[in-house]
């Protein structure tokens, strides 16, 4: 069974504190237990030395006969809880209080020290033993310390340690799990509004707290990502309806000429005349499929051509007898001049070919005839590409920004059977882009139309981001 993240999160912060409790409190039963034991060892030592000192004290002042008394004036001098015994090396006792007799005697090594603990009769006790020489004597001396109210106030402590840690575990589990409510909460509410957003509600985003942490930057990525799909289906919506519009014509038209046909067998001329329309109209929308392909598909044919090294001159040169031919049938006149220079442009020369007759056509159709239309390639600075341009109709200033729209023209007086679908700018512009370039339109109307196309040059790295300065 998959856990929730708040659920998770309530578990990792109460073992984790469980875990931090239970290291600490042994940590702390440990130092204690470390620092008493220490202590007492000090006090052993030390009254190990003070019964010495006692002893040979005793031999100085020549009062060695009746060292049981002595001892135990000596003995009562002592805290409550510590005691010693002394007794000769066979294992005579010399003194020893009352309290001494339930700890047992330990032999310590001949010039050492021996220190251990005991626990007799629920008592604790903490002793150390080592042989002294008084002068002509010798004695085993054991000093004892009755740590049992020591070892109580730890097992105690150790008893609120045990008990303190699933208390402080619950405790754990319901803050972190009110922690990561409130932690998660922005996240619940991201995931109820992104579920709420649909195809009619494209417009709405999610909140943003102003917090600019983690969540609200999420949010606000989410946002931007709304804002991309909504201009995306917006797109669709109108690249939907515009196609549909622009394809119901010719089918109609298809349609009509085919009833028309089946009325009119008897008569040959009409025959003639409709199969005539519907190849045109057969052959607009053949275009106009291909045109709707060739955007559909976006940069995917850019990827699959790969880029050359060319030289700038060569695509116009290329396409210059096609051009002229097409001028020709309109009665316009075309020049083409070249660069003096010779640039090395790294692009997919069929694309560039495409594109320079994307636009000659459509600087013929919209210049009347006796007009002319010039290409030129030009070089400058870090930068190079073609020009297109004509003295044709123009583009008025409001319809400058809308010439690269899909189906838009310029003249809407036209209709495809004047040619073109209203495609090509859009295409050309894609096609381009797509190979890191720019391109741009200067226009009067009146006056005829100018489309500028800037690539990188080849023998000159620049950034590409410098291409948006070109002509500024």
Same mark, same amino acid.
């Given at each position: &069974? *998959?856990?929730?993240i708040?659920?998770?999160?309530?578990?990792?912060?109460?073992?984790?504190?469980?875990v931090?409790?239970?290291?600490?409190g042994?940590?702390?039963?440990?130092?204690?237990?470390?620092?008493?034991?220490?202590a007492?060892? @000090?006090?052993?030592?030390?009254?190990?030395?003070?019964?010495?000192?006692?002893l040979r004290?005793?031999?100085?002042?020549?009062? &060695?006969?009746?060292l049981?008394?002595?001892?135990?004036e000596?003995?009562?001098l002592l805290?409550?809880?510590?005691m010693f015994?002394v007794?000769?090396?066979?294992g005579?006792?010399?003194?020893?209080?009352d309290l &001494?007799?339930a700890?047992?005697s330990?032999?310590?090594?001949p010039?050492?020290?021996?220190?251990?603990?005991?626990?007799l @009769?629920?008592?604790s006790?903490?002793? =150390?033993? +080592?042989?002294?020489?008084?002068?002509?004597?010798r004695?085993?001396i054991?000093?004892?310390?009755d740590q049992?109210?020591?070892?109580?106030?730890?097992?105690?402590?150790?008893?609120?340690?045990?008990?303190s840690?699933?208390?402080a575990?619950v405790?754990a589990?319901?803050?972190?799990y009110? *922690? +990561?409510g409130r932690a998660?909460?922005?996240?619940d509410?991201?995931?109820?509004?992104a579920?709420?957003?649909d195809a009619?509600?494209?417009?709405?985003?999610?909140?943003?707290?102003?917090t600019?942490?983690e969540l609200?930057q999420?949010s606000?990525?989410i946002?931007? *990502?709304l804002?991309?799909?909504?201009v995306s289906?917006?797109r669709?919506?109108?690249?939907?309806?515009d196609? +549909?519009?622009?394809?119901r014509?010719?089918?109609?038209?298809i349609?009509s000429?085919?009833?028309?046909?089946?009325m009119g067998?008897?008569?040959?001329?009409r025959?003639?005349q409709?199969?005539?329309?519907?190849?045109?109209? #057969? =052959?607009y &929308?053949?275009?106009?499929i291909r045109?709707?392909?060739?955007?559909?598909r976006?940069s995917?044919?850019?990827? #699959?051509?790969?880029?050359?090294?060319?030289?700038l001159?060569?695509?116009?040169?290329?396409?210059?007898?096609?051009?002229? #031919?097409?001028?020709h049938?309109?009665?316009i006149?075309?020049?083409f001049?070249?660069?003096?220079q010779?640039?090395?442009l790294?692009?997919?020369?069929?694309?560039?070919e495409?594109v320079? *007759?994307i636009?000659i056509?459509?600087?013929i159709?919209? =210049?009347?005839?006796g007009? @002319?239309?010039w290409?030129?390639?030009w070089v400058?600075?870090?930068?190079?590409?073609?020009?297109?341009?004509?003295?044709?109709?123009?583009?008025a200033p409001a319809?400058?920004g809308?010439?690269f729209?899909?189906?838009?023209r310029?003249?809407t007086?036209?209709?495809?059977?004047d040619?073109g679908?209203?495609l090509?700018?859009?295409i050309a512009?894609?096609l381009?882009e797509?190979h !890191?370039? +720019?391109?741009?339109?200067?226009?009067?109307?009146?006056?005829?139309? #100018?489309f500028t196309?800037?690539f990188q040059?080849?023998?000159?790295?620049?950034?590409? !981001?410098?291409?948006?300065?070109?002509?500024?």
């Amino acid at each position: &069974m *998959m856990l929730s993240i708040r659920i998770r999160l309530t578990i990792w912060y109460a073992s984790l504190i469980a875990v931090i409790l239970v290291l600490l409190g042994y940590g702390v039963l440990v130092s204690a237990a470390w620092g008493l034991r220490r202590a007492a060892d @000090k006090e052993l030592n030390a009254g190990i030395d003070g019964v010495t000192a006692f002893l040979r004290h005793k031999l100085d002042i020549h009062e &060695m006969n009746d060292l049981n008394d002595e001892l135990r004036e000596h003995s009562a001098l002592l805290p409550r809880e510590k005691m010693f015994r002394v007794s000769t090396p066979d294992g005579a006792i010399v003194y020893q209080p009352d309290l &001494m007799t339930a700890v047992p005697s330990i032999v310590p090594p001949p010039n050492g020290l021996r220190t251990e603990s005991l626990v007799l @009769k629920g008592r604790s006790y903490r002793t =150390t033993s +080592s042989y002294a020489t008084v002068g002509p004597y010798r004695f085993l001396i054991q000093v004892a310390v009755d740590q049992t109210e020591y070892r109580e106030l730890l097992t105690g402590l150790a008893g609120i340690l045990i008990f303190s840690v699933p208390i402080a575990g619950v405790l754990a589990a319901f803050t972190g799990y009110w *922690m +990561s409510g409130r932690a998660l909460a922005p996240i619940d509410q991201i995931t109820k509004t992104a579920n709420s957003i649909d195809a009619g509600s494209l417009s709405r985003r999610l909140p943003l707290l102003g917090t600019n942490d983690e969540l609200d930057q999420l949010s606000a990525t989410i946002n931007h *990502m709304l804002d991309r799909i909504a201009v995306s289906y917006e797109r669709i919506e109108q690249f939907t309806a515009d196609a +549909s519009h622009e394809l119901r014509t010719p089918v109609a038209l298809i349609r009509s000429n085919a009833e028309l046909l089946l009325m009119g067998q008897d008569n040959p001329p009409r025959i003639q005349q409709g199969i005539s329309d519907i190849l045109a109209e #057969s =052959t607009y &929308m053949t275009d106009l499929i291909r045109d709707l392909l060739t955007l559909a598909r976006g940069s995917g044919e850019c990827v #699959s051509a790969p880029a050359e090294l060319i030289e700038l001159n060569e695509p116009a040169r290329a396409i210059l007898e096609r051009a002229q #031919s097409l001028a020709h049938t309109r009665g316009i006149t075309l020049k083409f001049t070249p660069s003096s220079q010779v640039v090395p442009l790294c692009t997919d020369q069929a694309i560039i070919e495409r594109v320079l *007759m994307i636009l000659i056509d459509n600087a013929i159709r919209y =210049t009347p005839r006796g007009g @002319k239309v010039w290409i030129e390639t030009w070089v400058r600075q870090e930068f190079c590409g073609f020009l297109v341009r004509d003295n044709g109709i123009g583009i008025a200033p409001a319809d400058q920004g809308k010439i690269f729209e899909r189906f838009f023209r310029v003249d809407t007086a036209r209709t495809h059977s004047d040619g073109g679908c209203g495609l090509g700018l859009s295409i050309a512009r894609r096609l381009v882009e797509d190979h !890191h370039g +720019s391109i741009r339109v200067d226009s009067e109307q009146g006056k005829g139309a #100018s489309f500028t196309i800037s690539f990188q040059r080849a023998d000159l790295p620049v950034p590409s !981001h410098q291409l948006q300065n070109i002509h500024q």
